[in-house]
C-alpha cells in the first residue's frame, strides 16, 4: 500500500541515484512515486531534499492526467501523459529539459511548451 490506497498494477525502474515508480491505482490512474537524492530538484517535489521513502507526485501536478511515459535521466526527469503533454523537473545545466531560459535547475515540474503533442519520451 502506497498512501493508503491499494495498488493494482506496478512497474518500476532504477536511474542512476533516484528510483521512480509508476503506481496505477484504483480506478486505473497512473502517478509516479519518486524517491532518492533530490538534488538539482530531480524529484520534482520542489525542494532539494532527498526522500528516502515514496513519495506520490498528486495527479495535480500534471493538471490531473494519467501518466504515460518516464524518462530519467543523470540527474532530471521527464514525465508524458497521455493527452501528450510533457513535464520536467531537475538539472538544466546544457539545456537538457528543454525549457527555453537559462535556470540551472528546476525543482517544481514545469509543463514544457513543445507545440505538438508528444508521443513518446526517453
Not at 491499494?6 to 484504483?26: D, G, L, P, Q
Request: with cysteine.
Amino acid at each position: 500500500m502506497i498512501i493508503g490506497r491499494a495498488v493494482t498494477k506496478r512497474s518500476s525502474w532504477c536511474v542512476r541515484c533516484f528510483s521512480v515508480s509508476s503506481v496505477e491505482f484504483n480506478g486505473n490512474r497512473r502517478l509516479a512515486a519518486l524517491w532518492g537524492n533530490g538534488d538539482h530538484g530531480r524529484l520534482g517535489h520542489g525542494s532539494l531534499e532527498s526522500q528516502w521513502r515514496p513519495n506520490v507526485l498528486p495527479s495535480s501536478a500534471f493538471h490531473n492526467q494519467n501518466l504515460r511515459q518516464i524518462a530519467c535521466g543523470g540527474a532530471h526527469s521527464l514525465f508524458l501523459t497521455d493527452h501528450g503533454r510533457v513535464y520536467a523537473c531537475g538539472l538544466n545545466d546544457y539545456g537538457q529539459l528543454g525549457v527555453s531560459d537559462d535556470r540551472a535547475y528546476i525543482s517544481n515540474l514545469d509543463r514544457l511548451e513543445l507545440g505538438n503533442r508528444t508521443s513518446s519520451i526517453k
